[in-house]
C-alpha cells in the first residue's frame, strides 16, 4: 500500500535491515513510505498526514495516493498539505490564510471560483510544472503537475 515492499527487499537483511536511529539510512522518501504504511497498519480511526507525499516523486505519489483513497475509507482523515494534487479527492478542503479559514469546498467548487485563493495556487503550481519541463532539454515527458 505504501510503495515500499520492493525497496525492503532490496536492503541487505530485507525487512530485518537495522535502519539507524531516527531512520538516518534512509531517504526521505523512504522515511515518508514507511511511515505511511504503519500508519495504514494500524487501522486507526483518525489519520493525520501532515506533508505525506513532499518527498516522493510523482508516480509514487499517485501510487501512495490511490492506496490511500482506499485505507481511509471509513475514517476520519486530516491532510496537510501544499502540493494541492494531494487533496484532489477530499471531501472537503480548507484552505487556510493567514492562520484562519478564508475558502472551503470541493477541489471543483473552489476552482470554480475564478479569483479564489486555492483557484490560484493550483494555477500557480501547474504554471510552475508546465515551465519546469518545458525548459528541461531534450525533454519529452508529460508535464509534472505535482510541484
Do not use: C
Not at 530485518?16 to 495504514?40: F, H, N
Not at 532539454?137 to 508535464?143: E, F, K, L, M
Request: net charge negative.
Amino acid at each position: 500500500m505504501a510503495d515500499i515492499h520492493d525497496t525492503i527487499l532490496r536492503f541487505p537483511q530485507g525487512y530485518d535491515t537495522q535502519v539507524g536511529e531516527r531512520g538516518l539510512k534512509l531517504s526521505g522518501g523512504e522515511k515518508q513510505r514507511i511511515s505511511i504504511g504503519r500508519a495504514i497498519l494500524k487501522d486507526p480511526p483518525i489519520i493525520l498526514y501532515d506533508e505525506a507525499t513532499s518527498s516522493l516523486d510523482s508516480i509514487t505519489e499517485q501510487n501512495i495516493l490511490k492506496a490511500l483513497g482506499n485505507a481511509t475509507q471509513g475514517r476520519t482523515t486530516l491532510v496537510i498539505a501544499h502540493r494541492l494534487s494531494t487533496v484532489i479527492d477530499a471531501d472537503t478542503i480548507l484552505v487556510l490564510e493567514n492562520g484562519q479559514i478564508s475558502e472551503q469546498g470541493t477541489h471543483q467548487q473552489l476552482l470554480s471560483q475564478p479569483h479564489s485563493l486555492y483557484a490560484h495556487l493550483w494555477n500557480k503550481q501547474h504554471e510552475h510544472a508546465l515551465n519546469s519541463h518545458s525548459s528541461a532539454p531534450n525533454s519529452h515527458s508529460s508535464a509534472d503537475s505535482n510541484q
